[in-house]
């Protein structure tokens, strides 16, 4: 399939529902994205979204130049940051320095060595023995 730059189309029932889905090669695995069926596609005037203006082109011109200027050619992932998480993992530190406002949960030592093992526990109550 992905040589041949193809997709399967399939449908499957998930919660009740049937879906259709194309199939896709990716990288050497098969990918599923969910589609809609015909019926269920709506127009821009059946949601209730307004008509679509006439923009002038000076204006199309004027946003196609910003565009270029902040495009850029090379892409470098290292630059994109999850400001979101570094936060919070930062407060946590710092919570966890101060020991303040930090709530510690006495875990239970657990025998990791107490393995029972069913197998043998099965046969001795099939052949009558408790211990």
């Known amino acids: 399939m992905e040589e041949t730059a193809q997709a399967g189309i399939a449908t499957f029932v998930m919660r009740g529902k049937e879906n259709l889905v194309a199939i896709f090669a990716d990288h050497g695995i098969l990918r599923a994205e969910t ?9 821009p005037a059946q949601v209730g979204l ?3 203006k006439k923009v002038p ?15 850029k ?3 470098s992932p290292s630059k994109l ?13 710092n919570k966890q320095a101060k020991a303040s406002n930090v709530v510690r949960v006495e875990s239970e030592e657990r025998d990791k060595w107490n393995v029972i093992d069913l197998v043998q526990i099965l046969k001795r109550s099939l052949s009558g023995k408790t211990k």
Do not use: G, H, N
């Not at 999850?82 to 530190?93: G, N, P």
């Open 57 to 71: 082109p000076a204006t199309v011109r004027r946003f196609e130049t910003l565009i270029s200027k902040k495009s």
């Open 35 to 43: 589609m809609r069926f015909a019926d269920e596609i709506r127009s």
């Open 50 to 52: 307004p008509e679509k």
């Open 73 to 75: 050619r090379d892409y």
């Open 81 to 93: 940051k999850d400001e979101q998480t570094e936060a919070l993992l930062k407060l946590v530190k």
